[in-house]
C-alpha cells in the first residue's frame, strides 16, 4: 500500500512537492514511479526511479520542470514540481513494480490512492 500527499491548488508557474511512502517500509526493493490522470484522459507516465536509484526518467512533457527523488532512508520518493502549468492538472499516483518496466503503467502492481493537484492559469 502506498500513500500519497501533498496536492492541492497551485498559480501556474509555482511549485508543490508530491510525497509517497509505503508505511515505513523500504522502497529500495521496487520500481517507484509517478503517474498523473487527467479528467477523460488516459493514465500517463510522469517520472520513475529504478531500484538502486541512480536512474531516473522523466516524461518529455514535464523534463526539467520536475525532479523525483527518494530520501537517504529509502522509504519516501517525492515529485518536486516548478515551473507548473495548467496542463499539469491531474490526479497524481505513485506506484511501484518489482520490475523494469519504467513507463507503462500497466506493469504497476501496487497503487496509492492518488493526489489532486490544480493549477489555476
Known amino acids: 500500500q502506498l500513500v500519497e500527499s501533498g496536492g492541492g491548488l497551485v498559480q501556474a508557474g509555482g511549485s508543490l512537492t508530491l510525497s509517497c511512502g509505503a508505511s515505513?517500509?523500504?522502497?529500495?526493493?521496487?520500481?517507484t514511479g509517478w503517474f498523473r490522470q487527467a479528467p477523460g484522459k488516459e493514465r500517463e507516465f510522469v517520472s520513475a526511479?529504478?531500484?538502486?536509484?541512480?536512474?531516473?526518467y522523466y516524461a518529455d512533457s514535464v523534463k526539467g520542470r520536475f525532479t523525483m527523488s527518494r530520501d537517504n532512508g529509502k522509504v519516501t520518493v517525492y515529485l518536486q514540481m516548478n515551473s507548473v502549468k495548467p496542463e499539469d492538472t491531474a490526479v497524481y499516483y505513485c506506484?511501484?513494480?518489482?520490475?523494469?518496466?519504467?513507463?507503462?503503467?500497466?506493469?504497476?502492481?501496487?497503487w496509492g490512492q492518488g493526489t489532486q493537484v490544480t493549477v489555476s492559469s
Open positions: 526511479i529504478n531500484r538502486s536509484g541512480d536512474r531516473i
Open positions: 506506484a511501484a513494480q518489482l520490475g523494469n518496466s519504467y513507463f507503462d503503467y500497466r506493469r504497476y502492481n501496487t
Open positions: 515505513g517500509r523500504t522502497l529500495s526493493l521496487f520500481t
